[in-house]
């Protein structure tokens, strides 16, 4: 089983919710595609560490336009946070 951190909650629902805006039918096809990925057994193993910080013990894996940043504790995966791929300090967020 894997668990969200709060922040990672959030993070997905603002996701969803900004996918949703633009396209209903993307956003359900966006949480079909995250939970297909999160199902798959070598999703954690296929993990890549993060470029920007691979001393990091976090891994990242792409849904869609997001990258999804996961974590090992005690043998527990955990979502520590989703965010729009591609993203930079003096981007905006996406938009339709």
Known sequence: MIRFTPTAQVQL???IDRIAACD?????????AFNDRLRTPNTMTGAKPLVEFPQLPARE????SYRVFLRE????WW????????????EGERRC
């Open 13 to 15: 629902r603002a996701a």
């Open 24 to 32: 209903s039918a993307e956003a359900e096809a966006f949480v079909r």
């Open 61 to 64: 894996t792409v849904v869609g």
């Open 73 to 76: 504790v005690s043998s527990q």
């Open 79 to 90: 979502v520590i946070g989703v965010w729009p791929e591609n993203r930079t300090s003096d």
